[in-house]
Structure formats: C-alpha cells, structure tokens
C-alpha cells in the first residue's frame, strides 16, 4: 500500500474558522485528490493535483482551496467553515506509471471533521 | 444528478454463496470502470477494473461484468467470506477527463457465516 498519512484525523471546530487538512505520501505517486463522503453520495471530488502547484477543481469544490508546494504534501483548506462541510475527507494518490490499472487510487485513512 | 447509481444500500448474503453487487451508470462517455472496497475507518482500497472494449474481467474470487448497451455493470464473488463483508463502491471515468472518478454511493455487503 501507498504510504499516505492525513492529519488530523478528527477534528472539531466552529462555524466560520478556517480547517487546513493535511495529506502527506511517501511513494512520490504524482497525482492526488481530495474526497469527501456522505451517507447516499459515495466519494465526491473536491480537488485534484496532478504535480507541485497545478491543481484543478473537481465536482464540489466550491468553499474549498488546495495547495501542493511539494510531491509529498496536498493540504485542503476550508477558509470559513460551515455546518454543510461536516463530512469525511479523504486523500488519495495515484501514479502516473503505466504498469499501474488507470485510476487505481490509493486512499489515505481518512479525517472525519465536524463544523458546529 | 448521480451518473454512477448504485440503487442497493445493503445486500447480506451467506458465507460460501454468490453476492451479486450492481452499478449502472448514465454518462456514456464514461470508459473505464472500476470498484473498490471500503472497511469501516478505513480509506477504500481498489479491488478490480474494467474497461469498455471488455465484458468480463476476472481475479480470482472477483469477476466484473459490463453491459455497456444496458450501461450496467456488475461485481460477482464467489465463494463469499464473511471477510468481504464492508462498502462496495463503483466508479467510472472518461478518456479525457481520466483523472476525474465519479463514484456510486455505496453497497454494504454483509456475509454471514
């Protein structure tokens, strides 16, 4: 499995702070994408990168910004959380080698956030 | 307007018999399909892919159908054990936006010894 970590992996804040989610991976896999999942929604992309600052945004990206400065670290920032984030989030990676299946992602263990 | 549905939450099955997990999807751009597996606290891990120049593909206890004229795809296990009891969920993506994978919301497998 790819070494992919998250931090925090419970976190509990307030309406309209700002939450930076941190995603670090040690198998320089270059692309990686942020998830999140709700009960009858499955996994939805928030954001993606595929290498040190390109980013594109995925389907719900509104209220969120990414950044990655370097291969091994995507952080996930909401700038002023609300209610409606309360989700788990997800980091995934995936190489761009080509003895891999196309789009075999590997997930991170997952940070449950909840906004009060 | 989910355009990877998979319309079971649940299915329980007993140990050593078949689970059949369904997904159909809308999007007929969508070419490659793929499932994963989910325990709970855990992040999902990739279990098995298809793409559209196929039918079937098969590993081991895991064999994955694909109608595309139904736009329907299915994951058969055979024999199941009671290991494989976690969230299913499929996902499919699309030459040109290939990075981007749009998954289905879920079915729970239980099996039971």
């Known amino acids: 499995d790819a070494g992919i970590t998250q931090s925090p992996r419970h976190k509990v804040t307030e309406t309209g702070t700002p939450v930076t989610l941190r995603c670090h991976q040690t198998?320089?896999?270059?692309?990686m994408y942020w998830y999140r999942q709700d009960p009858g929604h499955g996994l939805r992309l928030i954001h993606y990168?595929?290498?040190?600052?390109?980013?594109d945004k995925g389907e719900v990206s509104d209220g969120y910004s990414v950044s990655r400065s370097k291969t091994e670290d995507f952080l996930l920032t909401l700038e002023s959380a609300t209610s409606s984030q309360t989700s788990v989030y997800f980091c995934a990676t995936e190489t761009s080698g080509r003895a891999s299946p196309r789009n075999e992602q590997f997930f991170g263990p997952g940070t449950r956030l909840t906004v009060l | 307007d989910q355009q990877v549905k998979q319309n079971s939450p649940s299915l329980s099955v007993q140990e050593g018999r078949i689970s059949i997990l369904n997904c159909d999807y809308t999007n007929s751009m969508f070419d490659y399909f793929l499932w994963y597996k989910k325990y709970p606290a855990e992040g999902p891990t990739f279990l098995i892919s298809i793409s559209s120049i196929k039918d079937k593909n098969e590993d081991g206890r895991f064999t994955v159908f694909l109608n595309k004229s139904a736009k329907h795809l299915s994951l058969h296990i055979v024999p199941s054990q009671p290991g494989d009891s976690a969230v299913y969920f499929c996902?499919?993506?699309?030459?040109?936006?290939?990075?981007?994978?749009?998954f289905g919301s879920g079915t729970q497998l239980t099996v039971l010894p």
């Open positions: 996902a499919a993506s699309a030459t040109g936006s290939a990075r981007q994978l749009t």
């Open positions: 198998e320089n896999h270059r692309y």
């Open positions: 990168s595929y290498g040190v600052k390109d980013t």
